[in-house]
Each structure stands twice: as structure tokens, then as C-alpha cells.
């Protein structure tokens, strides 16, 4: 585990949790993002919190930095694919930087309950909305 402690802290470096855990529950992640376009995230979540104990906060700080190589990976194959339109891409892509840096300066500021009800609220909607 990589932390930092406060804004200028020192770095450091730890091993934590079951690896081969850790791995398949990275594995399930990125083939949830692949497969679907996105999601990744909402699975690497609980799957942060019971494989890893991390509490609210750091699992979704956390499954960011997961997500960010898997999106990565996946949007190559996307392009090489054609599945790729500059004109939807590049304003959505400006509009989801401002969100994440809103939303993560958010994250730091909010208790980890109302985290957890948003989390599983967006969750729920999210579903909901498939559905119709």
C-alpha cells in the first residue's frame, strides 16, 4: 500500500492484504469495464471494502486509481475498434475532468455515511434507468 500522510507528509510503502485477492478482484473489474464500457468502478467499490477493509472514502479514492489504467486499455481497444467519435468524446471528456475534481475535493470533505447512501443511491438509479 502506497500512503501519504497529510499534504506534505512522507510516502510509504506497505504490503497489504491477500494478493491473490487482490488480483482476482482486480481481474473482475477490469472485465466489468471492458465488457460494459464503464462500471468497473462500482464493482472495484465493495470489492475495495470486503477484500481490502478499506472504509468508504479510501476505497473510492482507491478504485480511481484502478479504474484510470483499465479505462485506459479498454478505450484503445474502443478506438481501434471505431467505436470512437471525437465530436461526442472531447466535450464529454472536458466535462467528466471538471466533474472528477469537483467530486473528489467533494469526497474529501463529506462523512463516510452520506458517501455510502449517495454511492448506493447513484447505484440503484443506475439500475433502474437500464431497465427503461
Request: net charge positive; charged share 10%.
Amino acid at each position: 500500500m502506497v500512503e501519504r500522510r497529510g499534504l506534505y507528509g512522507r510516502w510509504s510503502v506497505t504490503a497489504g492484504g491477500n494478493t491473490v485477492k487482490n488480483i482476482t478482484a482486480g481481474f473482475l473489474t477490469g472485465a466489468v469495464n471492458g465488457l460494459f464500457g464503464g462500471g468497473g468502478g462500482m464493482v472495484a467499490v465493495p470489492l475495495l471494502k470486503n477484500v481490502s477493509g478499506y472504509g468508504e472514502r479510501r476505497a473510492h479514492a482507491t478504485a480511481i486509481l484502478v479504474i484510470a489504467p483499465v479505462c485506459a486499455v479498454s478505450a484503445i481497444v474502443y478506438i481501434f475498434n471505431g467505436y470512437f467519435r471525437a465530436d461526442v468524446v472531447i466535450p464529454a471528456a472536458i466535462g467528466a475532468l471538471a466533474g472528477g475534481f469537483a467530486g473528489a475535493k467533494l469526497l474529501g470533505s463529506l462523512p463516510e455515511t452520506p458517501i455510502k447512501i449517495i454511492f448506493i443511491a447513484l447505484m440503484i438509479a443506475a439500475g433502474v434507468w437500464m431497465l427503461v
